[in-house]
């Protein structure tokens, strides 16, 4: 009965976590459509500096979230173009990682527990306990959303906070590097930018991939 319950369970928080994503995109795609000859965008770079703001605490509490933030920070390359729209996007992730840091820290592994499966927490466990901040850098890279990341190493006692910002807002500069090439690449029709933002996805998603194949084995 309590495998049933449990079952149930699951099944309602990934189905809203699929509703949540869909709608997400959606949004996305639409602040596109409709903003097909930037007047959207300039309205949004006309709020100054709230506007900045505003877009830094959106990428941070979407980061908290199993939802993809890609689609928000190519939304943020096209209204502030390559270099703000990359900092802005790095800036929020490295900020909701300090948030979960002291969510985790305040409310205990309750909360984790309710969002991050068990081979996770074993997976990126292990990879801290044996190479210590290299370990965690490392854990990463590897194939496993970074907002999950970020509960687990938040909740282990022995991490401390320098460790895990640096490692945080580390990681995330491969792969937003990758994500403005390929917007680059597409955006301005440069094959060749857009190559090279793929190679470095592939790159950074690759390294992920075969670290965690020789972790399994």
């Known amino acids: 009965m309590t495998g049933i319950i449990e079952a149930k369970r699951n099944i309602s928080k990934y189905a809203w976590t699929g509703v949540l994503i869909t709608t997400f995109v959606l949004l996305i795609a639409a602040f596109f459509y409709f903003d097909r000859r930037n007047e959207i965008s300039v309205f949004i770079r006309a709020w100054g500096l709230w506007g900045v703001v505003f877009a830094i605490f959106l990428m941070a509490a979407i980061c908290m979230t199993p939802i993809p933030s890609e689609g928000l920070v190519v939304l943020y390359l096209k209204i502030y173009g390559i270099y703000e ?76 906070l320098w460790t895990y910002l640096w490692t945080a807002a580390l990681s995330m500069i491969p792969y937003y590097v990758g994500t403005a090439l390929v917007f680059l690449g597409v955006a301005r029709e440069t094959w060749i930018w857009l190559v090279l933002g793929i190679v470095a996805l592939i790159i950074f998603w690759g390294t992920g991939y075969i670290l965690n194949k020789r972790h399994v084995k």
Not at 100 to 125: A, C, H, W
Not at 153 to 159: D, H, K, Y
């Open 85 to 160: 729209g990359i900092f802005f996007a790095w800036l929020g992730s490295t900020l909701s990682a300090l948030a979960i840091f002291i969510i985790v820290r305040v409310y205990g592994q309750m909360l984790m527990k309710r969002l991050i499966s068990p081979e996770r927490f074993n997976t990126v466990d292990n990879w801290i306990k044996g190479k210590g901040s290299l370990g965690l850098l490392v854990a990463r890279l590897l194939p496993i959303p970074a907002f999950a990341v970020n509960y687990i190493a938040g909740a282990m006692p022995s991490m401390k």
